[in-house]
C-alpha cells in the first residue's frame, strides 16, 4: 500500500477487522457523514465481505486530502474512528496510536517524494483522473436551464470552468462549486423550453455523467401565495396537460416527485437567511421568500389571470403555486434512474394576475433560484 510501511498496514487491518463499523457498507458510511470525511461520502467502495471492506477503505482513502486543510483521509479516518469508542476499550488508543504512525509515515514518504522530484506512484494530492480527464471521487451535479439568463445565473457559482462535448452533440460545461470544504464537479447545460426535451436532455446528461444529484434552475410564473422574486422549490410536479379530450378536457394525474432528502434539506434552509449571503451585493428588500410546494409544467404559456388555462389549473391542481414548462420532464427521466436525486428550483419572475414588466425580473429570479440551489448543494 503506496505509504504504508507493511508491518503497520498489518496492524492496522488487524484493529479494523474488529471494528463493528466494518460489519456492512451501512454501517461504514454513517462514519463519512461526519464533517471532515463527507468529501467522499458519494465515493466510498463497496465491498461484499468485512476483510474487503477494510481493505477497499484503506486503499481508497490513503492517497485522499482534503483540498481546504489538506489532511489525509485515512488519517481523518482512523482519528475519527477512535473518537467513537470508548476511552475505556483498548481499540482507542490502539486506532489514536495508529492516527499518530500513519501520519509520520504519510509525510515521511510525501517529503521524500518532493525532495527526490520521484515520478513514480506515490501519494496523489486533490483528484484522481481517467485517461479521459474526468475527475473521480468529488460529487456530482448536473445542473440543467431553458434559457440564457438562467444559463448565466448558474454559470457564476461555478470556477474552473471548461467546454464538454457530448457524442450526440450536447455541448455542457463542466466546473467545480466548493463549499464547506467540498468540492463538487458541476456540468450545466442550456436545453430550451419544454418538458419533452427537458426529459430526454436530463436522461442524456444522467448516462453521460453519472450524477449524484440532478436539477431544474430557472424561472416560473407565479399563480398564487408567491411575489416577484420568491424561490419555489417543488416538491412535486403536475404534468397538466394529460389527460382525455372528450366534451370537455379530462385531466388526468400526471405528477413527478422530487427526491424526498432534497426536499428536506430545501425545507431547512428555506428556515435559514444563509443562501441570502450567495446574492451580495445584490439582496433586495424586502428579502425574497423560498416556499417548497407544488408547481404545474405543461407546453403553454400562462399570460392572463383571464386564460382557460389558468381557470384550469385552478380548478384542477389547486395547490400548484407556480407554473413553468420543464419540470415533469427531468422528474419523468430521474423517476427511471432513481440512483440520482432530483429538484426543481424557480424563481419567479411575473406573476399571472400582474402586469408587471417580466423581462426585468427574469435575471433577478434566476439569479435567486441559483443561490438557493447552491446552498442546497453546500449543505448535502
Not at 515521511?108 to 486533490?126: D, L
Not at 407544488?294 to 407554473?323: C, H, M, W
Request: charged residues 25%; contains cysteine.
Amino acid at each position: 500500500m503506496a505509504g504504508i510501511p507493511p508491518q503497520l498496514l498489518n496492524r492496522l487491518r488487524q484493529v479494523l477487522l474488529e471494528c463493528e463499523q466494518f460489519e456492512s457498507d451501512r454501517k461504514l458510511r454513517t462514519i463519512f457523514t461526519y464533517e471532515p470525511l463527507r468529501p467522499w461520502r458519494f465515493s466510498l467502495p463497496q465491498a461484499d465481505s468485512l476483510t474487503s471492506r477494510v481493505d477497499n477503505l484503506i486503499g481508497f482513502l490513503v492517497d485522499k486530502h482534503r483540498s481546504d486543510t489538506k489532511e489525509n483521509a485515512l488519517i481523518l479516518f482512523v482519528q475519527l474512528l477512535s473518537d467513537q469508542i470508548d476511552a475505556e476499550d483498548e481499540r482507542h488508543q490502539q486506532l489514536a496510536n495508529l492516527a499518530s504512525e500513519l501520519e509520520s509515515a504519510i509525510l515521511s514518504r510525501t517529503t521524500t517524494k518532493n525532495s527526490t522530484q520521484n515520478v513514480n506512484p506515490g501519494i496523489n494530492i486533490a483528484v484522481d483522473s481517467t485517461a479521459d480527464g474526468k475527475e473521480q471521487n468529488f460529487p456530482c451535479a448536473v445542473i440543467l436551464t431553458a434559457i440564457p439568463v438562467e444559463y448565466k445565473a448558474v454559470r457564476a457559482h461555478l470556477t474552473e470552468l471548461r467546454e464538454e462535448l457530448h457524442p450526440q452533440g450536447t455541448v455542457y460545461e463542466r466546473g467545480k462549486f466548493t463549499a464547506n470544504g467540498m468540492i463538487w464537479n458541476v456540468a450545466i447545460v442550456e436545453i430550451g423550453t419544454g418538458n419533452t426535451g427537458a426529459a430526454m436532455e436530463a436522461e442524456r446528461a444522467i448516462n453521460h455523467f453519472q450524477p449524484n444529484v440532478i436539477l431544474f434552475i430557472g424561472v416560473a410564473s407565479g399563480i398564487k401565495d408567491v411575489s416577484l422574486g420568491d424561490v419555489v422549490v417543488a416538491t412535486k410536479v403536475y404534468g397538466y396537460e394529460s389527460g382525455q379530450a372528450r366534451i370537455a378536457f379530462e385531466p388526468r394525474p400526471d405528477v413527478g416527485l422530487s427526491t424526498y432528502k432534497l426536499i428536506q434539506r430545501a425545507r431547512a434552509e428555506a428556515k435559514k437567511e444563509d443562501w441570502l449571503l450567495r446574492l451580495k451585493p445584490n439582496i433586495l428588500s424586502p428579502t425574497p421568500n423560498v416556499l417548497v410546494a407544488p408547481i404545474a409544467a405543461g407546453e403553454k404559456v400562462v399570460t392572463s389571470k383571464r386564460s382557460s388555462l389558468l381557470r384550469f389549473l385552478q380548478t384542477n391542481y389547486g395547490d400548484a403555486i407556480a407554473v413553468e414548462m420543464e419540470g415533469r420532464g427531468l422528474l419523468q427521466a430521474s423517476h427511471a434512474n432513481q440512483q440520482v436525486s432530483a429538484l426543481i428550483i424557480r424563481g419567479i419572475s411575473d406573476l399571472i394576475n400582474s402586469k408587471t414588466d417580466k423581462t426585468n425580473w427574469q435575471e433577478i429570479a434566476a439569479r435567486h433560484a441559483s443561490a438557493f440551489a447552491f446552498e442546497i448543494l453546500a449543505k448535502l
